[in-house]
């Protein structure tokens, strides 16, 4: 089997560690390391808590480094209503021994690329100041860029605003560099990933795979989505980063379709808006493909049967 080198660049995060367990749980992937980058809580727990997953996981192969603990530009905005003040609402795990490598994931992110014998992906499942700053410090590194497949972005409605996304607000500069790279893109955005939703029967399924595995991930999406559900209106708990992950396994669970995209930097109402223009997709090299329709059950069935896998 080729298995396809892969970074996880995220920000654990709920969700963040459901498709890192689905990732460490992939033999298709050859993931080089997990970089970390603040987000849904603080650097600080956002390392650790990538640790205690590879840890749990027992990949204690994968590295895993510490990126920027703030935005380029703008304060840091966390999400502990949805994730829990620790990131990971629903498990206690371990203090990690898995040490953090001591190089800045940024630096690490350069070296990586620019030392690199074919091309690598990059999955990115938090805001893009890693990947931003990379390429602000070392551009040559894209030619090296498989392509990027990223949870981020609204094409209808957002999250944390009535227009944007968590990702993107929390970091629309980083997301504005990324996408103007005109590097390969694929983009999952919360109209795909507000198709996947935890259902309670869905929730049965994982709990029956009757593995330590399922149960860890059945505590951690039991509490998870209240706050969705209370914000959103929607029905049940959405999987949003898995998705990445099931893309790079099965993009076929997806339909996409090409646009150019930009992401609002400037409009305090619009800030971390991403426009998507399909009308544009023609004049470019690389239009973005944005994520169109998933099949919800095949992400599930997908994550069951990693869950129930013995290696
Ligand atoms: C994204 O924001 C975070 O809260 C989740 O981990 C996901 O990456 C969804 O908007
Ligand atoms: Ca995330």
């Not at 629903?90 to 070296?111: A, K, N, W």
């Not at 690329?113 to 690598?120: H, R």
């Not at 609002?264 to 544009?280: A, C, I, K, Y």
């Not at 059950?297 to 994550?303: E, H, K, N, T, V």
Request: contains cysteine; hydrophobic residues 45%.
């Amino acid at each position: 089997m080729t298995r396809r080198p892969v970074i996880i660049d995220c920000d654990p995060g709920v969700d963040d560690a459901i498709a890192l367990i689905l990732a460490l749980r992939s033999p298709e992937l050859d993931i080089q390391a997990i970089v970390t980058v603040a987000g849904n809580v603080p650097l600080a727990l956002t390392q650790r808590n990538a640790r205690q997953i590879c840890e749990l996981m027992d990949r204690w192969d994968v590295p895993v480094y510490g990126g920027c603990p703030r935005p380029l530009v703008r304060s840091l905005v966390t999400a502990e209503a949805v994730h829990g003040t620790t990131g990971l609402n629903g498990i206690t795990l371990p203090e990690p021994t898995l040490p953090l490598q001591e190089r800045h994931g940024v630096s690490y992110l350069i070296e990586a690329l620019q030392n690199a014998s074919a091309p690598i992906t990059l999955a990115t499942l938090g805001p893009l100041t890693n990947i931003a700053a990379a390429i602000i410090q070392c551009p040559q590194i894209l030619d090296s860029v498989a392509e990027i497949v990223m949870m981020g972005g609204a094409v209808t409605r957002g999250n944390i605003t009535p227009v944007a996304e968590f990702n993107l607000y929390v970091d629309p500069h980083a997301g504005r560099v990324v996408f103007e790279t005109g590097v390969p893109i694929t983009m999952l955005s919360l109209d795909v990933t507000h198709q996947v939703l935890t259902t309670p029967e869905r929730l049965a399924q994982l709990r029956a795979v009757g593995t330590d595995l399922s149960q860890v991930a059945v505590d951690l999406l039991t509490p998870y989505g209240v706050s969705d559900r209370e914000t959103l209106g929607l029905a049940d708990a959405p999987l949003h980063d898995p998705c990445v992950i099931a893309y790079l396994l099965q993009p076929d669970l997806f339909t996409t379709y090409g646009a150019e995209v930009t992401v609002e930097t400037d409009s305090p109402l619009t800030l971390g808006q991403t426009v998507v223009n399909p009308r544009r997709a023609k004049a470019l090299t690389h239009p973005v493909q944005v994520a169109d329709t998933v099949d919800a059950a095949g992400i599930y069935q997908l994550l069951q049967d990693r869950l129930a896998m013995r290696l």
